[in-house]
């Protein structure tokens, strides 16, 4: 039985002439609180699961925008939850960003159930991985049951389908009994287009600037305090009541903010405080197009506190070297050849500040790696954007074999960034991962769907061959495939995968905030790579990749300092002969011990 008690409803509705709350289909008038001007208040018996609504000036009731809960999805009526009944099993103490190993994953196609306690299934493989973190996308309520999550409308609530809010806290909690923690990527920067009812409460968004979705999220006009305060609440719920380690922030350049203490400072402020009080090491993570060092830099430095930020850079420079793709935004970096990796594994930025031939400009800001630790970048293969923004959202495995992927695996987990995976990257899955949606609209389901196939036929793409988002079959080729870990070559590119991992938390230059010592590839005068290979330094390990179906023959010298010990390989690799060269066998990567002067 449902034990009702006196519960305080409020809302800010700063333009309402009078609101009343509906619960449980008894109505009743708020009143205006003495204190907080543009605010609504009043007492009701409710419980768990009582479901309510606000009406203002005498309309129908819509959910709350501080809702919890959606039972019904966006268009519905809210519910309350009461977090302080969560059935946790077990302490956490938090999992820090520094060391970390972050694993990307999308509840929907985790498992074809598409649920979070199917998703907790599957944590004992990401415990045996060895990743410290899981990193959950978007899980607001948004239309329909199955999409990325990027057009939700209820940034304090949990998709229903999934599972709900006890849903994500029996995942949580399931996780941390493995070791794991959870970061959760969050959207400020707009609101799904269907189900969104924040503009008839008040000026959450602005003309002042416009952004790709539309009117920006009011975060410097008037009323913005209140929208900011909204966003920030927002973000400490996700971290305290479901005791959640970090956030991932979508497109925070998207932020759009003109005041004199940013939206993301105040933020990251409020975060680090909440870490205090805690005990807990909590996170930001943000995702930034603009290379501007200022978004990690502390915020008693004039930055904006942000504790990480996803470095695109370095992705763009691992694939053009793998695949030599050269469209789009990636031409900047295949003209510069293995340099361009180079400079990203040395320097964190590509553009920094130089010309920028896709973008016809300059761009970035170069970062002090001085100061700058390399952990703040997270440094990554593939991303669900990476993917699912191809045409057919076809994976690096669907184009490259088994050896390059190796390679891959050995630049990124190796490498000075946060090492962050694509779920599935893992073991090669072989399923791709599309863009899919589930629009109630048929007008917009419909505009989305002719959206997408004209973005794809200025690259040439006949209509055809663009998965439909509306089709249900689109999101189901997403699920990845259980049974391919178990088989292979799949399962010893997942071996591969712990070789590293392991690597990596038992060596301390692994986990070295520093940059590496010394980079060095095969690549010509000109800037292309003719010998193949591509190598650099951190402390004394020397990490070695060769991507190309030849042989590779690497220099690396004779006398103090050479090779001891081939530490781990993807295919077998002889230390270097008196000649001091090194034999690397195609599709192949090695990471070598030199000795210690």
């Known amino acids: 039985m449902r034990r009702e008690t006196p519960v305080l409803f409020e809302v800010w509705a700063p333009r309402a002439g009078r609101v009343g709350l509906q619960v449980d289909g008894a109505a009743r008038p708020m009143e205006r609180d003495p204190v907080r001007q543009g605010w609504w208040r009043t007492e009701a ?3 768990p699961g009582s479901v309510y609504g606000f009406a203002l000036d005498g309309g129908p009731p819509l959910p709350d925008p501080r809702s919890r809960r959606q039972p019904d999805g966006p268009e519905g ?3 309350v939850v009461d977090h302080s009944r969560f059935p946790w099993e077990r302490e956490w103490f938090g999992r820090p960003l520094p060391g970390a190993v972050l694993y990307e994953l999308h ?5 074809r159930e598409g649920t ?3 998703a907790a299934e599957r944590l004992p493989h990401l415990a045996a991985l060895g990743v410290s973190h899981v990193q959950l996308m978007p899980i607001c309520p948004f239309p329909g049951t199955h999409g990325w999550g990027y057009d ?6 949990v998709h229903e389908p999934y599972g709900g809010p006890e849903g994500l806290a029996r995942f949580v909690d399931a996780a941390h009994g493995h070791g794991l923690g959870v970061v959760l990527d969050v959207v400020h920067n707009h609101l799904g287009p269907s189900g969104n009812h924040l ?35 927002s973000a400490l719920a996700w971290l305290r009541d479901f005791r959640l380690d970090g956030l991932r922030l979508d497109a925070v350049h998207a932020l759009h903010d003109t005041r004199a203490r940013h939206f993301l400072a105040e933020l990251s402020a409020a975060v680090d405080a909440l870490a205090a009080r805690t005990g807990r090491p909590l996170f930001l993570i943000g995702e930034s197009d603009l290379n501007d060092p200022r978004t990690t830099t502390p915020r008693e430095s004039g930055g904006l506190g942000l504790h990480a930020q996803w470095n695109d850079d370095f992705h763009h420079a691992l694939h053009t070297l793998l695949t030599g793709e050269r469209q789009g935004y990636y031409a900047d970096f295949a003209a510069a050849g293995p340099g361009a990796l180079a400079k990203t594994l040395t320097g964190g930025f590509f553009h920094d500040g130089g010309h920028s031939a896709f973008r016809g400009r300059a761009h970035g800001s170069p970062l002090n790696t001085l100061t700058a630790p390399a952990h703040r970048l997270l440094g990554y293969a593939q991303t669900h954007d990476q993917i699912g923004n191809r045409a057919t959202g076809d994976r690096l495995s669907h184009r490259l074999s088994p050896g390059p992927l190796a390679c891959a695996a050995a630049l990124v987990l190796c490498s000075p960034f946060t090492p962050m995976l694509f779920m599935g990257e893992e073991w090669g899955a072989g399923t791709p991962w599309q863009y899919f949606t589930d629009h109630q609209d048929p007008e917009l389901a419909e505009a989305v769907r002719q959206g997408r196939r004209r973005e794809f036929a200025e690259h040439g793409w006949a209509e055809a061959e663009i998965p439909d988002p509306q089709d249900p079959a689109t999101r189901l080729r997403s699920c990845l495939d259980w049974s391919e870990p178990e088989r292979e070559p799949h399962a010893e590119l997942l071996d591969w995968h712990r070789r590293l991992i392991a690597l990596r938390r038992a060596e301390p230059a692994l986990t070295d905030p520093g940059w590496p010592t010394s980079v060095t590839s095969g690549a010509s005068a000109a800037g292309t790579a003719d010998d193949g290979w591509f190598g650099f330094r951190r402390g004394p390990l020397h990490v070695l990749i060769n991507p190309q179906d030849r042989p590779a023959k690497i220099p690396l010298g004779t006398g103090p300092g050479g090779i001891t010990e081939v530490v781990a390989a993807w295919r077998p690799v002889e230390l270097p002969g008196a000649d001091g060269v090194l034999r690397l066998p195609p599709g192949s990567a090695a990471v070598l011990r030199h000795a210690t002067n």
Do not use: K, M, Q
Request: glycine share 12%.
């Open 152 to 157: 939700g409308v209820a940034p304090w609530a």
């Open 45 to 47: 018996e409710a419980g």
């Open 199 to 233: 503009p008839a409460y008040g000026p959450y968004f602005t003309d002042t600037h416009h952004t790709p979705w539309g009117a920006a999220v009011n975060l410097d006009a008037p009323g913005s305090d209140e929208v900011r305060a909204y966003f920030i609440g």
């Open 107 to 111: 509840i929907g196609t985790f498992t």
């Open 116 to 118: 979070f306690d199917a």
């Open 77 to 79: 009526l809210s519910a």
